[in-house]
C-alpha cells in the first residue's frame, strides 16, 4: 500500500527557507507523478507545484521563482525546496501521489495523501 509522509516544515521568519522532503513507501515512486499542496486555516486547498514522473515541474504563481521541486527516484522521495518564505505561504503542506502512464505531465487528481507538515512564516 502506497504511503506518504512529509517532513521539513517549521517555523521561519520572512526571508528564509525551507526545504520540503516526501518519503514515499509501499511502491516505487517511479509509477507517480507527485503534487504539493497546501492549506491555510479558512481557505481552500490549492496546488503548489507538481513534478511528473518524468521530472517536469509547473507552480502556482504565486511560488513560481521562489520554489523548486525535485524527485530522487532512487531514494523514493521528493522534496520541496522553499526561497523567499513569505507570511501569506504558512499554511499545513501535503504531497500526494498520482499513478499516471504520462510521463511528463501532471494529472489533476490524486489518489494517496500524505498527513502534511505545517509551514509557518512569521517574525
Known amino acids: 500500500q502506497l504511503q506518504l509522509v512529509e517532513s521539513g516544515g517549521g517555523l521561519v521568519q520572512p526571508g528564509g527557507s525551507l526545504r520540503l522532503s516526501c518519503a514515499v513507501s509501499?511502491?516505487?515512486?517511479?509509477?507517480?507523478?507527485i503534487g504539493w499542496f497546501r492549506q491555510a486555516p479558512g481557505k481552500e486547498r490549492e496546488r503548489v507545484s507538481c513534478i511528473s514522473k518524468g521530472g517536469a515541474s509547473n507552480y502556482a504563481d504565486s511560488v513560481v521563482g521562489r520554489f523548486t521541486n525535485s524527485r530522487d527516484n532512487a531514494k523514493n522521495m521528493v522534496h520541496l525546496q522553499m526561497n523567499s518564505l513569505r507570511p501569506e505561504d504558512t499554511a499545513v503542506y501535503f504531497c500526494?501521489?498520482?499513478?499516471?502512464?504520462?510521463?511528463?505531465?501532471?494529472?489533476?487528481?490524486?489518489?494517496?495523501w500524505g498527513m502534511g507538515t505545517q509551514v509557518t512564516v512569521s517574525s
Open positions: 500526494a501521489a498520482a499513478a499516471t502512464g504520462n510521463k511528463w505531465a501532471c494529472p489533476p487528481n490524486y489518489n494517496t
Open positions: 509501499g511502491s516505487t515512486l517511479d509509477y507517480y507523478a
